[in-house]
């Protein structure tokens, strides 16, 4: 097959539809779920050399995989947890991931703080088996360190009663970057990614095996039937609907848990190092991380009945991280402080023991593979996103007997991936796209579409040509984090990213103001009043 992508460099999705619908291929995967765990899958398929397809019903990594906490870690929770071999996997892909994406992995410093010597005591040797468990793929060694330098390095943190602190490392990535350089690197790969593709029935053979699926353009609303060799439920906290699909009545196998995030203006954590919370009041770890020139809090763990591709913040969440952190810095931030608040849903294996906190439910990954052989994937992190890919073809292979190709996604570069990243450079989540990003700029580097968060009018174009970009909302929250990092800035520039979307994609004025309206619509509920 021949991916009209790699000859035109850019890409125009009703060109790159009609390719697949043309292609009249039988696929050997097809990944239902564009976020971290789908686009893993997908990836790994593609790089083995298998003809893959995968589809997203919104946009790619608009569901869990764009609201995390933003570490790449091992989990410092899990080790007190005692989850040895989660840590240990999830540090490996830590270093990984670094390797492959050092444009979006950065090597971020954490420190606990600590009041009491117990606490010294713990951490100190905590964070050393921490470090020893990662192995030659650490980052970094943990080292107490003194009140003084804790307080020189968070000037806000609390000094009554202050130790000291203890200084370790993890990763820090942007999320939904990552999810846009994967599916460019499927693309590159030879492999198939497309988004507003909502699969809405699957096909059974006379055997009763999963062998397609029926697919709806969000779009359009036309309807396409796809064939293949094996399908992949990678749907997060919707698993159990394309289960029921599968099996009317089948029974519940995800638990999912809401975290919430506030993020403020850096004025009130002034600092480059992350701040790590072990124990909050209600048994949670908490985190302060820096990321692009704001600060991040997080994150709670609220038990949910229904999933949603839009969760709200609960008032008690928001109210819980802000007195939470406000016990740790100098100045207490407000609700009128807040710049976006985001929640995100985590797709859970659920436990055997119904009784079990969502806290404590293992964040290991699980596949289950049904009488139809169709195989669906539960739980995991973004961290050991790659892990679950290969596990998933591993599986599928050894299910289907199809003989093992070699996973080729350990060492292999993703789309946009350069050595040396400045971090200090507004575009240096682009990678090595920067450079041709800065060309398209035409000498105009100044002219920014917004000038708070450095989003420049180029971006919107390239987002579009190069990222299948398709709503204002998708270059707004996921190519761009303008949502994320400032709501009330992101609706600002809404209407303007709305002309420039129009100019591109020869969409009329109606357009232009139905995705305004929609736009303004969601950002409400990033904003806190
Ligand atoms: C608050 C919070 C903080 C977290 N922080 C971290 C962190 O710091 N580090 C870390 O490693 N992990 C973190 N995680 C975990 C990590 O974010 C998730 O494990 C991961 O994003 C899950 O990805 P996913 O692809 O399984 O699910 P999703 O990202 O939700 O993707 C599933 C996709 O399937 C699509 N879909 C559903 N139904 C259909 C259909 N019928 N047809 C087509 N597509 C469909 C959805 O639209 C969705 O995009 C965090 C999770 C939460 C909730």
Redesign the pocket.
């Known amino acids: 097959m021949t991916n009209s992508l790699l000859n035109k460099g850019t890409i125009d999705r009703e060109i790159y539809l009609q390719e697949i619908v043309d292609a009249t291929i039988d696929w050997d995967l097809i990944v239902?779920?564009?976020?971290?765990?789908?686009l893993g899958i997908a990836l790994d398929a593609t790089a083995r050399g298998y003809k893959t397809l995968l589809?997203?019903?919104?946009d790619?990594?608009?569901?869990?995989?764009s609201?995390?906490?933003?570490?790449?870690?091992g989990g410092v929770r899990y080790l007190a947890q005692g989850d040895v071999k989660l840590v240990r996997e999830a540090s490996i892909e830590r270093g990984l991931l670094h390797r492959n994406a050092p444009h979006l992995v950065k090597d971020q410093n954490f420190i606990v703080p600590v009041y009491t010597l117990w606490d010294r005591l713990k951490y100190t040797i905590g964070l050393k088996v921490y470090d020893w468990i990662a192995g030659r793929l650490s980052l970094g060694s943990s080292v107490f360190i003194s009140k003084k330098e804790t307080i020189k390095k968070i000037p806000g943190i609390k000094s009554s009663g202050l130790k000291g602190g203890v200084l370790y490392h993890d990763g820090q990535f942007d999320?939904s970057r990552l999810a846009i350089n994967l599916v460019q690197s499927i693309w590159e790969n030879g492999g198939y990614a497309i988004n507003y593709?909502?699969?809405?029935n699957l096909m059974k053979d006379e055997k009763g095996n999963a062998c397609g699926i029926t697919v709806m353009d969000m779009e359009t609303k036309k309807l396409y039937d796809f064939k293949s060799k094996s399908i992949v439920n990678?749907?997060?906290?919707?698993v159990d609907?394309?289960l029921q699909m599968d099996k009317p009545g089948s029974n519940k196998t995800i638990c999912v848990?809401?975290?919430?995030?506030l993020v403020l203006d850096k004025k009130f954590y002034p600092s480059s190092e992350a701040l790590m919370i072990p124990e909050t009041s209600d048994g949670r770890v908490l985190f302060a991380v820096p990321w692009h020139d704001k600060v991040v809090l997080?994150?709670t763990d609220t038990p949910v009945e229904e999933a949603s591709?839009e969760p709200l913040a609960l008032e008690k969440e928001i109210n819980f991280i802000l007195e939470t952190a406000g016990n740790y810095l100098s100045t207490k931030p407000q609700r009128s402080d807040v710049l976006s608040v985001f929640a995100?849903?985590?797709?859970l294996a659920a436990p055997q023991n119904g009784d079990q906190k969502t806290k404590e439910i293992s964040r290991s990954h699980k596949i289950i593979v049904s009488t139809s052989k169709l195989f669906t994937i539960l739980g995991?992190?973004?961290?050991?996103y790659r892990k679950m890919g290969e596990d998933m073809v591993n599986r599928i292979e050894k299910e289907l007997k199809w003989g093992h190709k070699k996973p080729a996604t350990a060492t292999l570069h993703i789309h946009g991936f350069a050595a040396d990243t400045n971090w200090n450079d507004p575009l240096y989540f682009y990678g090595s796209d920067a450079t041709l990003i800065r060309q398209h700029m035409n000498g105009s580097s100044n002219d920014w579409l917004s000038e708070e968060l450095k989003i420049h009018r180029t971006q919107i174009r390239w987002a579009i040509e190069h990222e299948m970009a398709r709503t204002v909302e998708d270059v707004l929250s996921r190519r761009t984090r303008a949502l994320l990092l400032n709501a009330k800035e992101s609706r600002r520039i809404a209407p303007e990213c709305a002309a420039i979307m129009a100019n591109v994609l020869g969409k009329d004025q109606q357009w232009e103001k139905d995705q305004v309206e929609t736009f303004n619509k969601l950002a409400e509920q990033y904003i806190l009043n």
Do not use: N, Y
């Open positions: 239902i779920g564009g976020g971290a765990t789908g589809v997203e019903q919104a790619f990594a608009k569901g869990t995989s609201r995390s906490t933003k570490l790449v870690h999320d593709m909502q699969v809405t990678a749907t997060g906290v919707f609907a394309i848990s809401q975290g919430v995030h997080g994150t591709l995100g849903l985590r797709p995991g992190k973004w961290t050991t």
